[in-house]
């Protein structure tokens, strides 16, 4: 039996027939079902994520497994045999390991180094094991890579080359600010609950907005999360809404992020314009208003006249102040060196010049404080039950086609495949959109690391190691066949040395009995050794096969070794490392 890996990815086809080949939770279960009905696998396991399905697989016929995964991934995907080969690329044993190890340290991502996919890889991991579709190599290889993986970020920098999905996102939304700049004050919306939807609530949070509201099908999983968000003391006000209540929201947002696993669109043009077009509850006064309810002393000092954009500075911060009791920067003191320059989202105030808000290191980041990430996850992980997780990463671009310094009224961020916005959203004016396809196409211009090489280095070696382990274990059924026929064959002679000696007393029965069993581990000791180290090079499969004919071993024998089933200690044992890596 050998490693097989079908699929494509972000690299081999375009975003849209990505998108039409979206698998949802009960395509992949049916997926993994039929993988093992098939004639050529023994186990399987698939990988989907925004950005790449791969199905893989233990095979003993290359050419009919990679007809028959390629005939299964074209079924259940939805999508035409014959429109899906081209797209289709294909690895095997050596070369499959190889890639399966980059995709887990983040080298075949769209954003180079982002680690989210090593939680991609356990969720695959643990619906194998689920649905007992994964056997010994399935269970090795996704557990070596979750530690590869793991060593590629603790070992090297590869952090600073990738971010999470959405980390990047906002960024391509922020344009040129700083994303806790650009964020800070915003009120966001979140769509879905799962894991993508947890790690994205829990980053706006970080970045410094005001409000998340959390709309999710099914209630108490919104409601689960913001009771998350509201534990982890950033200050950040959430709540949740059921999803009839989402077109209410967009009215009196400033970010949408969706991510969920629908097949259809949640969000519309017309619901985008439609919010758009609504006036924001939280919209500013006119300016002469706001400035004549401010107090002056019974003295006050001539102020020169100011320029408009400098009285829209002044009009945004009172408006703040009075909506909100403070500054919308969770109380601090910003102070404006710089007025009359208009930032990429149509505020007048140059954030760059304001002082850091409290709570935040020098960087602009913050932890969130009681809720660590291990929090996010098992929250992420609990919401995903039943639901298709849409998940992904990538790197620079927007679909707006807003002028330079044009205001944004609404920011989307689209994380779904297949999407959740509708496309023609970013036409509307006053709206910046953010996708899988904008961010794919950004991803091109993505720097790489200089950490990349090393990590690199690391995947040739743990491939190569993988290697080696795998074929030695290949040749192990084979030498417990031969050490339980010598043992028999021990067994027997004894038994006839009995039979001519009746009168042998137990101690000199005992004596020659554990001589012979000598003799025979003597002899055996070294070819067995040396078999498994020619085994463990490339080429050395043969070897199991030249010691079955020398030794005439039983095929039975070494197919009954070959077929142990873990135990369940074995399974549980499996399961907990692949969540702990």
């Known amino acids: 039996m050998s490693l097989l890996v079908v699929g494509l990815s972000h690299r081999s086809a375009p975003v849209s027939v990505l998108e039409r080949a979206a698998l949802t939770a009960d395509a992949k279960v049916k997926l993994l079902h039929d993988t093992l009905a098939a004639e050529p696998a023994a186990e399987a396991a698939v990988l989907a994520t925004c950005n790449r399905i791969e199905l893989y697989a233990d095979v003993d016929k290359f050419h009919a497994g990679v007809a028959e995964l390629s005939t299964l ?7 035409a045999l014959e429109e899906l080969t081209p797209y289709l690329y294909v690895h095997y044993e050596d070369r499959a390991v190889h890639h399966f190890f980059s995709v887990a340290c983040g080298l075949d991502s769209m954003v180079v180094g982002e680690g989210q996919i090593l939680g991609q890889i356990k969720d695959s991991l643990a619906l ?70 947890s790690l994205a609530a829990a980053t706006l949070a970080r970045v410094g907005v005001t409000e998340v509201v959390v709309a999710n099908r099914t209630m108490d999983r919104a409601e689960r999360l913001a009771e998350i968000l509201t534990a982890g ?24 992020v969706s991510c969920t696993g629908a097949t259809g669109l949640v969000l519309t043009g017309e619901d985008v314009a439609a919010a758009v077009a609504a006036p924001a509850p939280h919209a500013p006064a006119p300016v002469a208003e706001i400035l004549s309810a401010v107090p002056r002393p019974a003295e006050a000092p001539t102020v020169p006249a100011l320029e408009p954009a400098a009285l829209a500075a002044v009009a945004r911060l009172a408006v703040a102040a009075r909506t909100h009791g403070r500054i919308a920067d969770a109380g601090a003191a910003r102070t404006i060196t710089a007025v009359g320059t208009e930032d990429r ?30 929090s996010l996850e098992l929250h992420g992980t609990w919401a995903d039950q039943g639901e298709a997780a849409a998940q992904g990463r990538p790197r620079r671009g927007t679909r707006a086609g807003l002028a330079a310094g044009s205001p944004v009224r609404l920011a989307l961020l689209d994380l779904a495949m297949p999407r959740d916005i509708d496309a023609a959203a970013h036409r509307i004016p006053g709206v ?58 021990v067994a027997m002679e004894v038994a006839r040395l009995d039979g001519r000696l009746p009168d042998l007393d137990d101690r000199q029965r005992a004596e020659v009995t554990q001589t012979v069993r000598r003799v025979v581990d003597k002899l055996l000791h070294a070819p067995t050794v040396r078999v498994k180290q020619l085994a463990s090079e490339p080429g050395g499969a043969g070897y199991a096969e030249a010691l079955r004919e020398l030794f005439d071993l039983d095929p039975g024998t070494v197919a009954s070794v070959s077929r142990a089933d873990l135990t369940d200690g074995d399974v549980q044992s499996v399961k907990n490392t692949g969540r702990a890596s």
């Open 128 to 197: 194998a094991q689920e649905l007992h579709t994964a056997g010994r190599l399935v269970n090795d290889l996704f557990q070596q890579a979750l530690r590869v993986g793991k060593r590629a970020h603790s070992e090297t920098g590869i952090d600073r080359a990738g971010q999470s999905l959405v980390t990047f996102g906002l960024e391509q939304l922020a344009v040129d600010l700083p994303v806790d700049a650009w964020a800070a004050g915003k009120r966001a919306l979140v769509i879905g609950a799962g894991s993508m939807s």
């Open 345 to 374: 989202d149509g505020c007048p105030v140059g954030l760059d010049s304001l002082t850091e808000a409290p709570g935040r290191t020098a960087d602009g980041r913050s932890a969130l404080t009681g809720v660590d990430a291990g």
């Open 233 to 256: 003391g950033t200050g950040v006000l959430a709540r949740a809404v059921p999803m009839d209540r989402v077109a209410a929201e967009l009215t009196r947002v400033d970010l949408v």
């Open 432 to 489: 910046r959109l953010v996708d899988i396809e904008s961010l794919a196409e950004a991803s091109a211009d993505a720097p790489m690391a200089a950490d990349v090489e090393l990590v690199r280095e690391i995947v040739a070696a743990e491939v190569a190691a993988f290697g080696a382990a795998q074929r030695a274990a290949r040749i192990t059924p084979t030498v417990v066949a031969l050490r339980a026929m010598a043992a028999e064959v």
């Open 73 to 79: 991934l074209a079924q259940h995907s939805g999508v």
